[in-house]
């Protein structure tokens, strides 16, 4: 069984960080893609940062220059690192696995990744 469990989320002023980690286990597939989505209250599900199977690393405009995607394959954890933190970063973090190699394929195929972690909260007051 799959699970994903990130940790790291809290409360921080603008202009701070916060490290997101995203713990994996039961992962048995041979390839996979992964990434943080977030979500604010009446927004739609946004896709933040995203890393392939072949290592290829992208991110949301929004947060580009200010986060930063890593996996440690040796602890089966994906990282998400925030600095530079803003108001509008404020939503629910959620990491996202897929057995698909690019999870950016997975979104034009207009489908959710296959195994999600619970969420994070994330606020960043003014």
């Known amino acids: 069984q799959v699970q994903l469990v990130e940790s790291g989320g809290g409360s921080v002023q603008a202009g701070g960080s916060l490290r997101l980690s995203c713990a994996v286990s039961g992962y048995t597939y041979s390839s996979y893609c992964m990434g943080w989505f977030r979500q604010a209250p009446g927004q739609a599900r946004e896709g933040v940062a995203f890393?392939?199977?072949?290592?290829?690393?992208s991110y949301a405009e929004s947060v580009k220059g200010r986060f930063t995607i890593s996996l440690d394959n040796a602890k089966n954890t994906l990282y998400l690192q925030m600095n530079s933190l803003k108001p509008d970063d404020t939503a629910m973090y959620y990491c996202?696995?897929?057995?698909?190699?690019?999870?950016?394929?997975?979104?034009?195929?207009?489908?959710?990744?296959?195994?999600w972690g619970q969420g994070t909260q994330v606020t960043v007051s003014s």
């Open positions: 890393i392939d199977d072949d290592g290829t690393i």
């Open positions: 996202a696995a897929d057995p698909r190699p690019s999870m950016t394929t997975v979104q034009a195929l207009g489908v959710s990744p296959l195994f």
